[in-house]
């Protein structure tokens, strides 16, 4: 273990001079990390992920399973700690040591760095399949739980993000919309009614020059179609893409599945803008300079040269006025199935999927889900499952705080507020007890959010 300075005075700060000291054995920086896994029961989660992995090693010479490799890391990437490097800091850590159900205090020290990485790097890509299905049911599961089958609707959002690489990874190329050489991460995310959260349910990573319309696409979508479809039969499904994923084979695949409402972002062309044009027309009437745009919201049937069959596409007319003060059009499409109005497709069905944006800021701000630095393409997948995993731990935690302040608080906020405060340990024959700040800020959350998660006032 690292040894650092055990003393620190500042002389002159105060009347007295002021002592620090790195010399207690048993406490910990991260005394509320338990709250991990106390949401880890609720779900299942890193049980049913390590039922999905088959050990190959030498029996005799394993000191740390499956399951708890996986335990280690899912709960530092919640914690804060995204690199494997960071267990050489956890080793001893008591509270980390009691996520893994061992003695805070006599029990074995957790894996190394080496351990680590060579579990990442084992995992190919049958197990990778195998782990994001588990992923996938493991959230549905929950949510069906949760609401007791009571389920109208099910929204399911895809969306792409960027994820920058370095080096000689696998699969890694240009992509000149992003200006740099990355990995493509498809994120799924579910809703449920009317509620604003939306679950993170898959992440596939692809390479960087990956495409939307691709069949890699239509496939994970058909999967995940077929999971909501068999878990809430009689639930509606709508789904929002942005322009990005509109192609003829999406599009007809979309139109085969019974009572599934998608909107979908259409890119411009020639037609779509002929036809948009009276709509700018009346829109330009509308604006005044230099302030004030305007919006006028129309429809047409379109079918393009590749399109089968012709379908309904919602236009929106905007006009624009740039630094100079100068108009300019800016005409949007979606393509639909549903049959409200064209503003109200527009503005809360295909606009209100801009809120996952947040979400995806909170994967790689809070998570670091880019944290993608393998040579090997699956070991990179299986970090990026390992995030998504962490996620659903998080977004656990959020839903039992909803009656707290902190009940849209992003995963940073909840890592600061619940996680990382001092903690000093006892043990006994009989108990361990964790003892945390009396002057906690933040002691009424977490109290509540223990309770919710089944701790008992004692």
Sequence with gaps: MEKITQRLIFPELFAKPIHYQFD???SSSDGGALLLKAADQKLQLTTTLAACLV???????????????LRQRIYGLASGYADANDAARLAHDPIFKLLLDRSPVTGPELSSQPTLSRFENSIGSKENYRLALALANSVIARQQKRLRGKVRQVTIDLDPTDDPTHGQQQFTFFNAYYDTHCYLPLLG????????EQYLVTALLRP????????VVV???QRLVDLVRTTFPKATIKLRLDSGFTC???????DSVPRLQYVCGMPKNAVLERAAEPLLAAARKLAQAPNQSAQVFGECRYQARSWQQQRRVIIKAEIVFNQRGEPQDNPRFVVTN???QPKFIYKKAYCSRAVIENRIKELHHGLEIDRTSCPRFWANQFRVLLTAAAYALMQELRRQAKHTSLARAQVSTLREHLFKLSARIEESVRRIVVHLPQSFPYARQWSSIARQLGAAPG
């Design 55 to 69: 050990d190959v090693r030498q029996a005799a010479k394993v000191k740390h399973s499956l399951e708890d490799l």
């Design 24 to 26: 207690e054995p048993h």
């Design 219 to 221: 496939g994970l979508l």
């Design 248 to 254: 003829p084979l999406l599009l007809d695949y979309l």
């Design 338 to 340: 549903q049959r409200q």
């Design 208 to 215: 960087g020059n990956a495409s939307e319309k691709h069949g």
């Design 189 to 196: 995310f579910l809703s449920f009614n009317n509620e604003p």
